[in-house]
């Protein structure tokens, strides 16, 4: 027994002793560069900013460029000099024109990059806005780890908006204000002054563009979701004391070339098919911007181009399927904060029935 559990404790030596670990060799590649772009009819919303990933391995982490020169250049026309009013972060002192078509040029030490020629579209519009019923369907985790699907009934906004050869493509962005009103009661004496407030929802998620590409035999991009309200306000407010007094739907409508849609189309696959088999990698999303002094370098990001116009409404949205709604286009567009208070009478932006 004892020479036997001799030969395992040589054998099991032997194993160990001839294990050898590899340690693969991985190549240092820098960086890439990372433009985040967006030029509007719209000047303060124009900016260029410029980054720099920490390695090829690492696209999470980004360092600030220093000392670059960045210019939006007209084709057959002037340019124009961005003004760096942070570091890597450059304005315009001019916004681009309809229908004239523009390039942006980038110069980092001895790089060059330069992106395609891009058109600036015409100003974007919406010919109807509508709500429908409807019930999302979403999961949570339930106590016990499995998924709970939750039915939530409430109104889908929709528009419609026209397609013309000029404009075919749009983006959209949307903010939701839900105004609220608080009535203390007072047994002694008068009640004291009502408390007005308002708590604001942002758009999150996929890029929500639209298109000829949807709507092929159409003159009109019909239907278009944009968001939905639930018609239980208690999941939007944080007391049920808080009596909701209707809300303000801010529309961002931007006006896209067929470029921009195709990118962020790739962009919407990639995050949906985040994690699955197929996940698209990140070369497989390309942009419009490229290296001229060094073709074979990658550069992360796009040139973006686009026509700009708000719209807001305020609406009520009822309480069941079978309830009135009640819309209207706002012709105001003043600041409001995400969310605040006022005491005794409501902010000037306040809207009523």
């Excluded at 979701?225 to 409508?253: C, E, H, K, N």
Aim: aromatic residues 14%; charged residues 20%; hydrophobic residues 35%.
């Amino acid at each position: 027994m004892r020479t036997r559990l001799f030969y395992i404790v040589i054998f099991a030596f032997l194993l160990v002793s001839c294990e050898e670990y590899y340690t693969p060799k991985l190549d240092v590649v820098p960086g890439l560069m990372v433009v985040e772009s967006r030029l509007t009819n719209d000047p303060n919303q124009n900016f260029v900013k410029l980054s720099r990933t920490l390695d090829f391995y690492n696209t999470g982490s980004q360092k600030a460029i220093v000392g670059a020169k960045v210019e939006l250049i007209e084709v057959g026309g002037p340019t124009i000099k961005g003004v760096e009013s942070g570091t890597g972060y450059f304005k315009f002192p001019k916004t681009p024109v309809a229908g004239k078509k523009y390039l942006l040029r980038i110069t980092n030490q001895t790089d060059i990059f330069e992106s395609d020629p891009v058109i600036m579209p015409p100003m974007p519009s919406i010919d109807t806005l509508y709500t429908n019923h409807k019930i999302l369907k979403s999961y949570r985790t339930d106590a016990f780890g499995g998924p709970t699907q939750v039915e939530t009934p409430g109104r889908e906004i929709c528009i419609d908006a026209p397609i013309k050869s000029t404009l075919e493509y749009y983006k959209f962005k949307w903010r939701a204000i839900i105004q609220w009103e608080y009535q203390a009661v007072s047994a002694l004496g008068p009640p004291p002054a009502p408390v007005y407030g308002w708590i604001s929802y942002y758009q999150s998620g996929l890029f929500n563009i639209a298109g000829s590409k949807e709507f092929s035999v159409s003159d009109q991009v019909k239907n278009h979701s944009i968001l939905f309200l639930g018609y239980d306000t208690r999941a939007y407010l944080d007391s049920t004391a808080q009596v909701p007094m209707g809300w303000i739907v801010i529309i961002d409508q931007y006006g896209i070339p067929k470029e921009s849609y195709d990118f962020q189309e790739k962009l919407n696959k990639q995050f949906l098919a985040e994690g699955s088999l197929f996940d698209p990698v990140l070369t497989q999303v390309t942009g419009n911007i490229h290296c001229k002094s060094h073709p074979e370098q990658i550069v992360v990001g796009f040139f973006d181009m686009n026509s700009y116009r708000q719209y807001r409404y305020f609406m009520s949205i009822g309480s069941g399927e079978n309830s009135k709604v009640y819309q209207r286009r706002m012709n105001r567009y003043l600041e409001i904060s995400d969310r605040d208070t006022t005491l005794g009478k409501p902010p000037v932006f306040w809207e009523n029935f």
